[in-house]
């Protein structure tokens, strides 16, 4: 008996110094579709990343509390004579991606490459995230933009753009380009 309760002391004593979760409250500030009516987002060779289509132009209003948001795409892509399909996204006119550097896939700093082949490419499901910090206000300019390389058109079509948002203790230490970071 006394090995009993020595165990469950000792287990109770065990479960008060472990820290408890920390769970972030994400919420959904927009859930919109695009291009189910059988059009599409289309970027001619023309429209390179100097000039993008910009195929979405929201404000999402957000509790003050928020100083991080997600935004997250998928989409249906073609590409055509192996050029390469470039999403930018932009909050309140800064870069989603604000990392300054041009990435190791060939797209310039601010742009993500999300379909690419030596040929044609059709029907190809698509999709990215973006983890933005935030100023305090009580909305924000959320901005989607789509590209080709200049080698061919491309196009997106059956596009869900969801906005979500959360409070983070630290969020300087958020959506950092590198390796993982520690808990904040």
């Known amino acids: 008996m006394k090995q009993i309760w020595q165990l469950a002391t000792g287990a109770i004593a065990l479960l008060l110094?472990?820290?408890?979760?920390?769970?972030?409250?994400?919420?959904?500030?927009?859930?919109n579709f695009?291009?189910?009516?059988?059009?599409?987002?289309?970027?001619?060779?023309?429209?390179?990343?100097?000039?993008?289509?910009?195929?979405?132009?929201?404000?999402?209003?957000v509790p003050a509390s928020v100083n991080l948001l997600y935004v997250t795409i998928f989409g249906t892509t073609d590409t055509h004579s192996g050029a390469r399909e470039l999403i930018n996204c932009q909050a309140d006119g800064v870069d989603c991606n604000n990392t300054g550097k041009a990435s190791s896939n060939g797209s310039p700093a601010g742009w993500v490459t999300i379909a690419h082949a030596?040929?044609?490419l059709h029907d190809v499901a698509a999709s990215y995230g973006w983890?933005?910090?935030?100023?305090?206000?009580?909305s924000h300019k959320i901005t989607l933009r789509l590209?080709?390389?200049?080698?061919?058109?491309?196009?997106?079509?059956?596009i869900h753009v969801f906005v979500?948002?959360?409070?983070?203790?630290?969020?300087?230490?958020?959506?950092?380009?590198?390796?993982?970071?520690?808990?904040?």
């Open 131 to 138: 983890c933005v910090p935030i100023k305090k206000k009580k």
């Open 17 to 31: 110094l472990v820290s408890p979760a920390r769970a972030q409250n994400i919420q959904r500030f927009a859930a």
């Open 34 to 61: 695009l291009m189910f009516d059988g059009a599409e987002v289309d970027a001619l060779d023309t429209n390179t990343t100097s000039n993008p289509i910009l195929f979405y132009d929201r404000t999402i209003k």
């Open 118 to 120: 030596a040929t044609d």
């Open 164 to 184: 979500d948002g959360s409070k983070l203790k630290n969020p300087t230490l958020a959506c950092q380009d590198g390796d993982i970071l520690p808990d904040n």
């Open 147 to 158: 590209a080709s390389d200049g080698t061919g058109e491309v196009f997106m079509q059956q």
